[in-house]
């Protein structure tokens, strides 16, 4: 049976494009029957290769070869485009487009490979040391996964579109302006980003951890691309931009291996210079014999004359970190310190202050007003009958005081 008579809009075409939708439509049809054989040309293909796998002791291998089974049935379909050209004769347009798409087909089967591939390889910190001699942080390591899953799409992406003939060069220029007006835009964002790279390279501090800044203190909870969450004391939520938090300085107790001990203990002024060199002796040796103080720590002295004590201070490291087991120490210590002041008769001075009066208020007053502050006033006597003046009396208010005669004279 003649196509043409099957297809009678192909007779109203000329005999050149008439043979050239034939070619295009015998091309569609062995692509078509490849894609529905492609996964029995994989299985066929991939045999061998699950054979070499199962050979081998570790299980990379099986993984490689379950990612790159959708890259090759790309590229069976590209070898089929290759070889369907190689046979028949399509003329040179349709044949330069059908190599162009192969080659296109290819490379993105390479670049699919390669991104499948770049989630099985184990990246470890002594692996990247050994290859590339830079210690990374294993928490950095899913961000570099992404970056080089990201470069390979691009780079894929350019070479297929130079497979076509599209200018690259401008393309890639292009981007440097996209990208630099990106980067001015979201300038915080990239700053942010930054920033967890810093943090997740130096680790200053694991997710867990009590840290200390200027303007916060709390537990780490998350360590994310663009900020970081902490747990307050009072169990508020802070979150804090990677890039504030690397400019800060922080300050990481849970980092600690040891925590220092240092107080002082007053006595009273009526313990004795022999009681003094006794106390001190008896801390110094307790604080020596425990077991979870440092060797070499312990600073047990008689410092400072104080106003109200004798003070001695006290020093040593205690190997706990742990901030609750600390402070059990520390009062085990506080405990044993009293029973030893107990012990040798002495007691723990208060901040006090002793008053010396050398004299009475009543010694400050003048003594004529003490005088008269102290004697009583003698009471009114009742008033005498009058007596009315004798001849030759004398008026006491008309006489001048000069001339009152002085009876004690007399």
Known sequence: MDILEQMPILNDLTPEMRDLLLQALLLVIVLALVWVLRRVITAIVMRPLRGLAKRTKTATDDQILDAVVGPIRIAIIAIAIVMVIAVLDFGTALTNISQTASRSLIIAAIAFALYNIVDIIAFTPNTLLSITGLRLDERLLPFLRTIVKGFILVMGGLIIIQEW????????????????????????????????????????????????????????????????????????????????????????????????????????????????????????????????????????????????????????????????QFTAETEQINLAIMDMVEADGLSMAFPSRSLYIETSPQDLLPQSSAQESTTPEPKPEPPSQPVSPQEGDVDASTVPPSEVPNQANE
């Open 165 to 324: 003939g599209y200018n690259v060069t401008g393309l890639i220029a292009s981007f440097g302006v996209v990208g630099l007006a990106f980067s001015l835009a979201a300038q915080d964002t990239a700053s942010n980003v930054f920033g967890f790279t810093a943090i997740v390279s130096d680790n200053p501090f694991n997710i867990g951890d009590y840290i200390v800044t200027a303007d916060f203190a709390g537990v780490v909870e998350h360590v994310g691309v663009r900020s970081t969450r902490v747990r307050k004391l009072d169990q508020s939520l802070v979150t804090v931009p990677n890039s504030a938090l690397t400019n800060a300085a922080v300050t990481n107790w849970s980092r600690l291996s040891k925590r220092r001990l240092d107080f002082v203990i007053g006595l009273t002024y009526d313990s004795t210079s022999q009681q003094m060199r006794q106390i001190v002796n008896d801390i110094r040796d307790l604080l020596t014999e425990r077991d979870h103080i440092e060797e070499g720590s312990v600073v047990v002295h008689f410092v400072t004359f104080g106003d109200s004590a004798l003070e001695i201070r006290i020093i040593c490291n205690i190997l706990l970190p742990d901030w609750g």
